[in-house]
T-cell receptor, first 116, second 111 residues
Framework: AQKITQTQPGMFVQEKEAVTLDCTYDTSDPSYGLFWYKQPSSGEMIFLIY??????QNATEGRYSLNFQKARKSANLVISASQLGDSAMYFCAMSGIYNQGGKLIFGQGTELSVKP | KAGVTQTPRYLIKTRGQQVTLSCSPI?????VSWYQQTPGQGLQFLFE???????NKGNFPGRFSGRQFSNSRSEMNVSTLELGDSALYLC??????????FGPGTRLTVT
């Protein structure tokens, strides 16, 4: 069975500093995708970044980058130059080829607070 | 391009009643997935529809059902509501098995 683990329930970061949110996963699928979503207090889930299991390079999207270490089964999110608007819940999620459809498995989330 | 829309945004129902939630995907997206989010269980997958067919289903009782129309809009129905059904219900759309874009959610309170 697939599983996503986020071990940091809450984190604090100073504005303009970088922060790493941890995510480890477990799957027996030969092909899978890893996603990060941001959920502000409003509730809407915002897609941030995607990494495919066969991608050779780490994904980057603006201030977001995904540190993908396949052997360690980790997919950490790095946010550079944190902004006050980055304060939110962050979820790591996985899809798999054997999901037979659009099913994402989510971790428990990390609540990030950016301090001015 | 318009995002995913969900109606209603807030809903209060009484135990034993039924409820129908609606989701309109991003134009061109054929896959719609539904998730339940609660403080205790986190985000859990309910089911996914693709081209009007249920393609995948999570581990929820039969009281939870859904359907998808030819225009890709989807509805989710919960019958015989229980207090534990109080949650934020999120729907997400995608082209197929790629990244999913979520709507704002429907917050259901069962009293």
């Amino acid at each position: 069975a697939q599983k996503i683990t986020q071990t940091q329930p809450g984190m604090f970061v100073q504005e303009k500093e970088a922060v790493t949110l941890d995510c480890t996963y477990d799957t027996s699928d030969p092909s899978y995708g890893l996603f990060w979503y941001k959920q502000p207090s409003s509730g809407e889930m915002i897609f941030l970044i995607y990494q495919g299991s066969y991608d050779q390079q780490n994904a980057t999207e603006g201030r977001y980058s995904l540190n993908f270490q396949k052997a360690r089964k980790s997919a950490n999110l790095v946010i550079s130059a944190s902004q006050l608007g980055d304060s939110a819940m962050y979820f790591c999620a996985m899809s798999g080829i054997y999901n037979q459809g659009g099913k994402l498995i989510f971790g428990q989330g990390t609540e990030l607070s950016v301090k001015p | 391009k318009a995002g995913v829309t969900q109606t209603p945004r807030y809903l209060i129902k009484t135990r034993g009643q039924q409820v129908t939630l609606s989701c309109s995907p991003i134009s061109g997206h054929r896959s719609v997935s539904w998730y339940q989010q609660t403080p205790g269980q986190g985000l859990q997958f309910l089911f996914e529809y693709f081209s009007e067919t249920q393609r995948n289903k999570g581990n929820f009782p039969g009281r939870f059902s859904g359907r998808q129309f030819s225009n890709s809009r989807s509805e989710m129905n919960v019958s015989t509501l229980e207090l534990g059904d109080s949650a934020l219900y999120l729907c997400a759309s995608s082209h197929d098995r790629d990244e999913q874009y979520f709507g704002p959610g429907t917050r259901l309170t069962v009293t």
